[in-house]
């Protein structure tokens, strides 16, 4: 069964920087769909980015420019989410998921895999 797990959220003021993980068990993250969403308090969850198996990547209109998706190589099971300029908008919980159909679509709605999440908080 295909395991995610979740790590380097945290607190951080506007401006700041950090690195999500996750830490895929089971499978290689080089031959899934692999992408980030996230979910802010009485919202919908969104979708951040997404990233294919030949490594074409999509990102989501509010964080373009600032994030960056990536995997880890062959021998290192992870996936990343570098972000940068971060606003208090950006603040949520993140989630890591997998699919392993063709395409690789920003739709948290064909992803069958997720991780439990990590809280990102960014105060003003």
């Known amino acids: 069964q295909v395991e995610l797990a979740e790590s380097g959220g945290g607190s951080v003021q506007a401006g700041g920087s950090l690195r999500l993980s996750c830490a895929v068990s089971r499978f290689t993250p080089q031959t899934y769909c692999m992408g980030w969403f996230r979910q802010a308090p009485g919202l919908e969850r969104e979708g951040v980015a997404v990233?294919?198996?030949?490594?074409?990547?999509?990102y989501g209109e509010s964080v373009k420019g600032r994030f960056t998706i990536s995997k880890g190589s062959a021998n290192d099971d992870t996936l990343y989410l570098q972000m940068h300029s971060l606003k208090p908008e950006d603040t949520g919980m993140y989630y890591c998921a997998a699919r392993g159909g063709f395409n690789c679509p920003l739709d948290q709605n064909r992803f069958g895999y997720w991780g439990q999440g990590t809280q990102v908080t960014v105060s003003s």
């Open positions: 990233i294919d198996r030949d490594g074409s990547t999509v």
